[in-house]
């Protein structure tokens, strides 16, 4: 992952011993969960192939913003094991659902595999200046 | 993080965090390691993990940590917990993402320096053979209902399709068949995950190895398990790929919800856990079971095809090319169990995340052949540095619910490993130690150097000394294959 280039975009490698760590903010929800995904993919270092644009519908329901969360990207972690990756997505997040609608393309490359997001110490915080969350992945 | 003044030190290579260190605790925490390994467990979380799972409701004993510790999340790897049957809990995130992760043990009577000539090619022939990397595929693609077979049968699937031997079933935790596997309660997407990744390694620190038996400590267990000194031996360690870490994905999201209606407290949401006689346990343990027989198949093809390897290799050149099983274990899984627990025999559910079975002899469940010396316990090092076969003992029954250290544990995350190690140096070394390669990724290969782990020879030294496992033999590698 390229840090400087991670920052910018609002989220942040974070160190542990075996598995990988995710701190990511952005101004309101929808965005926080679009910037997780796009960290996530980062990790995993997935590149997009010129193929055909993919598209995606989904819709997610959980008792709360945590669990939402990790059921957004082990939703996203499916779609790369199938080959999918999203660059565009349009994220509606209210009374513990998610819609959204993902479009995106053929992944080209992918250096790394993520076995599972966990919900270990998982918060999801609204600060003075926005949203932020940290995830840790099993690698 | 907890001060060292607050262990109670019992041996050398015991210490204990009573119970009354923090008030949501339930049991205690003993730690195995000498004092050098366990100040430093207490740079990273691993020991806040333990203190954390020894919240859980229902649980037997003290919660164990082996000394290859490191952090990981909710329980820490490494980490042994019994919960009481039936009403205890069961914890999807005690036992891991990756179900059944486990190692296979193999052994030859090729000698080393006759096949040293041949190690190349031998490499190159089990990278052909035995898929690994990010996103593989396998050979076979079962229908449904195949695959609904193999996760009741585990590895005795492949027996019927001429893939296993009943030797190989025989050294085989449980036999490779888990009973009680329920496919009915897996997710259709932990199936279509896992459907096409049977016989593949996967990528990560998951490892197939080839080395050559160095030194033995314990002739006759040696003797009984086939390790002869100077001969070609096979490890493989990996686990249920898709399928298990959809099962374990698909339970802590649902046990979200049971821990709230059983009203159970917890201080991290990955160890949401349920009742063992709960719906929702049993349902779990159908599930996991599913996937735990996933990973013994998927380690006896793996073995299948390593022995093809072999064949291909040797055939011709040398008289006897078999790669015979040693042992096939787990190091993440969740096993009823009964344990003597203050002279009463007491059945437990044994969370194991990152920790080995190591029955002692004379324990119900080995082979006739192990059942005086105790089972093997497989102890795969860091890449390029060295393996250890050890056995179960008396004291492993007596302090750990039966269970000892499996490898060598982290201490670098992989960003570190990656700032200090270049994949290429590392390559161009252990080339240069006679190792020969077989790698997917140099990054992949800089995260898994020997410098991010502790010395696994330490490791060993510090369970031998707790009593928890004895010596048998050391192995060292020559041929490494990684996805």
């Given at each position: 992952?390229?840090?400087q280039?991670?920052?910018?975009?609002?989220?942040l490698?974070v160190?542990?011993?075996?598995?990988?760590?995710?701190r990511?903010w952005?101004?309101?929800?929808?965005?926080?969960?679009?910037?997780?995904?796009?960290g996530?993919?980062?990790?995993?270092?997935v590149?997009?192939?010129?193929g055909?644009e993919?598209s995606?519908?989904?819709?997610?329901?959980a008792a709360?913003?945590?669990?939402?969360?990790?059921?957004?990207?082990?939703?996203?972690?499916?779609?790369?094991e199938?080959?999918?990756?999203?660059?565009r997505?349009?994220?509606?997040?209210?009374?513990?659902?998610?819609?959204?609608?993902?479009r995106?393309?053929?992944?080209?490359?992918?250096?790394?595999?993520?076995?599972?997001?966990t919900?270990?110490?998982?918060?999801?915080?609204?600060?003075?200046?926005g949203?932020?969350?940290?995830?840790?992945?099993?690698? | 993080m907890?001060?060292?003044?607050?262990?109670i030190?019992?041996?050398?290579?015991e210490?204990?965090?009573?119970?009354?260190y923090?008030?949501?605790?339930?049991?205690?925490?003993r730690?195995?390691?000498?004092r050098?390994?366990?100040?430093?467990?207490?740079?990273?979380?691993?020991?806040?993990?333990?203190v954390?799972?020894?919240?859980?409701p229902?649980?037997?004993?003290?919660?164990?940590?082996?000394?290859?510790?490191?952090?990981g999340?909710?329980?820490p790897?490494g980490?042994?917990?019994?919960?009481?049957?039936?009403?205890?809990v069961?914890?999807p995130?005690?036992?891991?993402?990756?179900?059944?992760?486990g190692?296979?043990l193999?052994?030859?009577?090729?000698?080393?320096?006759?096949?040293?000539?041949?190690?190349?090619?031998?490499?190159?022939?089990?990278?052909?053979?035995?898929p690994?990397?990010v996103?593989?595929?396998?050979?076979?693609?079962?229908?449904?209902?195949?695959?609904?077979?193999?996760?009741?049968?585990?590895?005795?699937?492949?027996?019927k399709?001429?893939m296993?031997s009943?030797?190989?079933l025989?050294?085989?935790e449980?036999?490779?068949c888990?009973?009680?596997?329920?496919?009915?309660?897996?997710?259709?997407?932990?199936?279509?995950?896992?459907?096409?990744?049977?016989?593949?390694l996967?990528s990560?620190?998951h490892?197939?190895?080839?080395?050559?038996?160095?030194e033995?400590?314990?002739?006759?267990?040696c003797?009984?398990?086939?390790?002869?000194q100077?001969?070609?031996a096979?490890?493989i360690?990996?686990?249920?790929?898709g399928?298990?870490?959809?099962?374990?994905?698909?339970?802590?999201?649902?046990?979200?919800?049971?821990?709230?209606?059983?009203?159970i407290?917890?201080?991290d949401?990955e160890?949401v856990?349920?009742?063992?006689d709960?719906?929702?346990?049993?349902?779990?343990?159908?599930?996991?079971r599913?996937?735990?027989?996933?990973?013994?198949?998927?380690?006896?093809?793996?073995?299948?095809?390593?022995r093809?390897?072999?064949?291909?290799?040797?055939?011709?050149?040398?008289?006897?090319v078999?790669?015979?099983?040693?042992?096939?274990?787990?190091?993440?899984?969740g096993?009823?169990?009964?344990h003597?627990?203050?002279?009463?025999?007491?059945?437990?559910c044994?969370?194991?995340?990152?920790?080995?079975?190591a029955?002692?002899?004379?324990?119900?469940g080995?082979p006739e052949?192990?059942?005086?010396?105790?089972?093997?316990?497989?102890?795969p090092?860091?890449?390029?540095?060295?393996?250890?076969?050890?056995?179960?003992?008396?004291g492993?029954?007596?302090r750990?619910?039966?269970?000892?250290?499996?490898?060598?544990?982290?201490?670098?995350?992989?960003?570190?490993?990656?700032?200090?190690?270049?994949?290429?140096?590392?390559?161009?070394?252990?080339?240069?130690?006679?190792?020969h390669?077989?790698?997917?990724?140099?990054?992949?290969?800089?995260?898994?150097?020997?410098?991010?782990y502790k010395?696994?020879?330490e490791v060993v030294?510090?369970v031998?000394?707790a009593?928890?496992?004895?010596?048998?033999?050391?192995?060292?590698?020559?041929v490494?294959?990684?996805?």
């Amino acid at each position: 992952m390229d840090g400087q280039k991670a920052r910018e975009r609002g989220y942040l490698e974070v160190e542990h011993t075996a598995d990988w760590g995710l701190r990511a903010w952005a101004e309101d929800l929808p965005a926080l969960f679009c910037t997780a995904a796009e960290g996530m993919y980062a990790l995993m270092d997935v590149r997009l192939a010129k193929g055909p644009e993919v598209s995606r519908e989904i819709h997610l329901e959980a008792a709360d913003l945590e669990s939402l969360l990790v059921a957004f990207l082990d939703e996203l972690l499916y779609q790369v094991e199938n080959g999918h990756a999203f660059a565009r997505m349009d994220l509606s997040i209210a009374g513990g659902r998610l819609d959204g609608s993902l479009r995106g393309k053929p992944i080209e490359t992918r250096k790394k595999e993520i076995k599972a997001v966990t919900f270990h110490q998982l918060e999801v915080r609204q600060g003075p200046k926005g949203w932020e969350t940290t995830v840790i992945f099993d690698v | 993080m907890v001060p060292l003044s607050s262990f109670i030190r019992i041996t050398d290579y015991e210490w204990e965090l009573p119970k009354t260190y923090r008030k949501d605790m339930r049991a205690a925490v003993r730690v195995f390691a000498s004092r050098r390994l366990l100040e430093k467990s207490l740079g990273d979380q691993s020991i806040e993990q333990a203190v954390n799972a020894a919240t859980l409701p229902g649980l037997v004993g003290d919660v164990l940590v082996m000394p290859d510790m490191h952090q990981g999340y909710g329980f820490p790897i490494g980490g042994v917990a019994a919960t009481r049957w039936p009403d205890g809990v069961i914890s999807p995130g005690g036992i891991g993402y990756d179900i059944n992760c486990g190692v296979r043990l193999l052994a030859s009577f090729v000698r080393y320096e006759e096949a040293m000539p041949l190690l190349g090619e031998l490499a190159a022939a089990l990278d052909r053979n035995c898929p690994s990397g990010v996103g593989t595929e396998g050979a076979l693609s079962l229908s449904g209902a195949e695959l609904d077979q193999a996760c009741r049968q585990g590895a005795r699937w492949a027996l019927k399709k001429g893939m296993a031997s009943e030797a190989d079933l025989r050294r085989t935790e449980e036999n490779g068949c888990l009973d009680g596997a329920d496919p009915a309660r897996v997710s259709a997407r932990a199936k279509e995950r896992g459907r096409s990744q049977l016989g593949t390694l996967g990528s990560g620190n998951h490892f197939l190895e080839v080395d050559v038996v160095e030194e033995i400590f314990d002739a006759e267990a040696c003797a009984a398990m086939g390790l002869e000194q100077g001969c070609l031996a096979l490890s493989i360690h990996c686990g249920s790929r898709g399928f298990g870490h959809q099962v374990c994905s698909d339970s802590v999201q649902a046990f979200q919800g049971a821990v709230k209606r059983y009203g159970i407290h917890l201080p991290d949401r990955e160890l949401v856990c349920a009742p063992l006689d709960s719906p929702e346990g049993q349902a779990y343990l159908g599930a996991m079971r599913a996937a735990a027989n996933f990973a013994f198949l998927n380690r006896q093809l793996l073995a299948h095809q390593a022995r093809r390897a072999f064949e291909e290799t040797f055939s011709g050149r040398f008289k006897n090319v078999h790669l015979h099983q040693v042992y096939d274990l787990a190091h993440n899984i969740g096993k009823i169990e009964t344990h003597q627990v203050g002279g009463e025999s007491v059945k437990v559910c044994v969370h194991r995340k990152g920790a080995t079975r190591a029955f002692g002899p004379g324990t119900p469940g080995l082979p006739e052949e192990y059942r005086t010396m105790g089972q093997p316990v497989l102890v795969p090092g860091s890449m390029g540095t060295g393996s250890w076969v050890l056995v179960g003992t008396q004291g492993s029954m007596e302090r750990s619910f039966g269970s000892s250290c499996h490898g060598a544990g982290r201490v670098l995350s992989r960003s570190e490993a990656k700032r200090r190690v270049r994949g290429d140096a590392l390559r161009a070394d252990l080339q240069s130690e006679g190792i020969h390669l077989r790698a997917g990724s140099l990054a992949g290969l800089a995260e898994e150097a020997p410098e991010a782990y502790k010395d696994v020879d330490e490791v060993v030294e510090t369970v031998v000394g707790a009593g928890i496992a004895r010596k048998a033999a050391r192995l060292r590698p020559v041929v490494v294959v990684k996805g």
